[in-house]
């Protein structure tokens, strides 16, 4: 039977990077404390106690999703800022761009009589056209409650992403994401996993922060789940991180349409807060700029 492999927190980075090379999933335990944990319910709670199930199989029609979690959530908002969890997505995705940012956010309960998620990849949220030799997402799952096999806990088929396209696992071959409150699963855009059947009495929350390249669209459209009215309360690094900064010397720039001095004419949107930092601002030299353009 296909397991989840586990590690600590002191783990070193290499060591969890080289497991996730080969599975493509790895649970971190005991990473939140019960402060943490609790701060999180807080905060979500009454999202969660009004937004609606799932309209179809995919979403779950036992299944309730809240996003926005930069905008609701200041523990959430640590976890996504995370040392440890930024140096090992930079480390991950960074050999497929110049810089990443977070790419969707979402709370996520799998309530009882759940059926299972048909497993799939989440890259397919850009319809296939991108490589698969381009690994496109960093994704992280913190459990804010135990997950079980019997509540539902993530399938993960381990190896996955170094497979056919079409090839189907056997039984054998998923695994569960079973884990305790506080701990983190990390996986990849690559390898086929799930959300699980519930068949408890109880609900199985979890929040869901992912990390992409910066030059692809997020999933979540943090612009407007965190429009800049919302995100000046932010720190430099979370507006940065969610979308508030260019992605490549020329990609993410905005001009603003009231500004009739030419002060934020085609600039990073950093400038909109008053910042200074645009660390694209400067190019070596436009050769280097076509060299670059084909990997």
């Not at 701060?39 to 979403?59: C, H, M, V, W």
């Amino acid at each position: 039977m296909a397991e989840v492999k586990h590690v600590s927190i002191d783990t070193p980075i290499e060591e969890i990077l080289n497991i996730i090379d080969e599975d493509a999933g790895v649970i971190i335990d005991d990473y939140l404390d019960s402060d943490q944990i609790a701060s999180i319910k807080n905060d979500l709670e009454p999202y969660l106690a009004t937004t609606r199930k799932g309209k179809d199989q995919f979403t779950g029609f036992e299944t309730k999703r809240v996003g926005a979690l930069m905008a609701r959530s200041e523990t959430c908002q640590q976890l996504a800022l995370d040392p440890m969890i930024n140096q090992m997505a930079a480390s991950f995705l960074e050999p497929y761009c110049e810089s990443y940012q977070l790419h969707f956010t979402s709370a996520i309960e799998i309530g009882p009589g759940e059926s299972s998620q048909i497993l799939h990849r989440d890259r397919g949220v850009w319809g296939g056209y991108i490589p698969r030799k381009i690994e496109t997402q960093f994704s992280t799952v913190w459990a804010i409650n135990d997950f079980t096999k019997e509540n539902g806990a993530t399938q993960l088929v381990p190896g996955s992403h170094k497979w056919d396209k079409n090839r189907q696992p056997e039984i054998d071959e998923i695994a569960y994401a079973e884990m305790k409150a506080g701990s983190v699963f990390i996986y990849t855009g690559s390898v086929l996993h799930g959300g699980g059947t519930n068949s408890t009495d109880e609900s199985r929350l979890g929040v869901f922060l992912h990390y992409a390249p910066s030059w692809l669209r997020q999933e979540e459209n943090q612009y407007l789940s965190c429009p800049p009215e919302v995100a000046e309360k932010f720190s430099p690094e979370l507006r940065s991180l969610i979308g508030y900064s260019k992605g490549g010397y020329v990609l993410g720039f905005f001009s603003d349409p009231n500004d009739k001095e030419g002060k934020l004419e085609s600039v990073s949107p950093e400038k909109i807060f008053g910042e200074s930092k645009d660390k694209f601002e400067s190019l070596a030299t436009p050769e280097n700029l076509v060299k670059e353009s084909t990997k």
